[in-house]
């Protein structure tokens, strides 16, 4: 089991940066996918980004791609996102989920076991 928790989240203008951290504990595999998802009031989580701890090897939703860049430091078991040129559209709770190797695309939230409880984010 992997607990995670997320921080950095707040209140921004648009068009500022935020960064968000997921720090994870617990068993740790080698191989495990970290995402960022985000959920709006009555809209459904989706994913925002999310690496391969193992490769470094990244992917993103078309909607932030070129804005946030997903990042780890294995050393501190921390994954990272930094968000850019925010926009209110931006505004949710952010959550940090892992998963170890399934199959499924990385942003189908059903896939992941391990969830943090969310870091709001909003943009006015």
């Known amino acids: 089991h992997v607990q995670l928790v997320e921080s950095g989240g707040g209140s921004v203008p648009a068009g500022r940066s935020l960064r968000l951290s997921c720090a994870a504990s617990g068993y740790i595999a080698n191989r495990i996918r970290m995402s960022w998802f985000r959920q709006a009031p009555g809209k459904e989580r989706e994913g925002v980004a999310s690496?391969?701890?193992?490769?470094?090897?990244?992917s993103y939703a078309v909607s932030v791609q070129g804005r946030f860049t997903i990042s780890q430091d294995n050393a501190k078991k921390t994954v990272y996102l930094q968000m850019n040129s925010l926009k209110p559209e931006d505004t949710a709770m952010y959550y940090c989920?892992?998963?170890?190797?399934?199959?499924?695309?990385?942003?189908?939230?059903?896939?992941?076991?391990?969830w943090g409880q969310g870091t709001q984010v909003t943009v006015s």
């Open positions: 690496i391969w701890t193992s490769s470094g090897s990244t």
């Open positions: 989920a892992a998963r170890f190797p399934v199959s499924g695309s990385w942003s189908t939230a059903s896939t992941y076991a391990n």
